[in-house]
């Protein structure tokens, strides 16, 4: 089914809409669309879940100086951190955005943490902080 994702295996959600919408999610985000360049799997730290996916117009877009975009050329970035309560979701999820930023000029930043059980508080949030200070 996934073609081109490397995903750790989580457990299946408890509820099938959760699942259904795993699916649909992972299939619109599957790339590959005109307009946006796709920069998969950067590392921001050395473990698996480190990671974050850059999706960018392919073709820059002429900033337009103001209070949203302060630099001439500059472009704005959204960082979306997938949902999951710490415990499950991925990056992948969130690829199904990218076309319709890029088309405004903006780029979308889709990073990944570790997730429990297989780590504590705080270290998804530093992953986290330090996903952020990477981008």
Do not use: C
Not at 103 to 117: D, E, F, K, Q, S
């Amino acid at each position: 089914m996934i073609e081109h994702f490397t995903l750790a295996p989580q457990p299946p959600m408890p509820v099938a809409a959760a699942n259904a919408y795993h699916a649909a999610a992972l299939d619109a985000s599957r790339g590959g669309w005109p307009g946006v360049s796709e920069h998969r799997d950067i590392a921001f730290g050395p473990g698996d879940w480190q990671r974050f996916d850059l999706f960018a117009p392919s073709d820059p877009v002429p900033a337009n100086p103001g209070p949203t975009n302060p630099v001439p050329g500059g472009a704005d970035v959204v960082i979306f951190f997938h949902g999951g309560g710490w415990t499950n979701g991925y990056k992948e999820y969130s690829g199904l955005m990218a076309p319709a930023l890029a088309a405004r000029g903006v780029i979308l930043a889709a990073p990944t943490y570790r997730l429990t059980p297989g780590v504590r508080y705080p270290v998804f949030f530093h992953d986290a902080l330090d996903a952020i200070a990477a981008i």
